[in-house]
């Protein structure tokens, strides 16, 4: 790959990032703080996850570790108010632990669910 093609990807990957931070500090500054959450054991992971037809939470995590370049250490189904998420946890480059909350149905990333 020429320089010039490497720099273009550099430079894409920078902005994709720094697209993603503003977007995760303007949730935050706007969502109320979350309500007590209750988190399942595996096996009642697997069986809510086919008794409601959930995302699959190892592809989010898999999809989040590529987008966020973080290392994937675990999801855990959890129930937060009347909803169902994935907490999703990944290491990142610098060290410290992201947990990011995923809307267990849709395999959504939710608004402000990123916690540093």
Do not use: N, W
């Amino acid at each position: 790959m020429s320089a010039a093609g490497c720099f273009a990807r550099r430079a894409f990957a920078v902005a994709v990032l720094a697209a993603t931070a503003a977007a995760v500090r303007s949730a935050r500054a706007e969502d109320p703080p979350p309500a007590h959450m209750q988190c399942f054991t595996m096996a009642q992971t697997r069986g809510k996850i086919e008794a409601h037809k959930l995302a699959d939470p190892f592809r989010s995590m898999r999809e989040l570790a590529l987008r966020l370049q973080g290392e994937p250490l675990g999801a855990k189904l959890c129930q937060l108010g009347e909803g169902l998420i994935y907490e999703i946890s990944l290491l990142r480059r610098d060290g410290h632990i992201v947990k990011i909350h995923v809307d267990a149905f849709s395999g959504r990333v939710r608004s402000g669910a990123i916690e540093y």
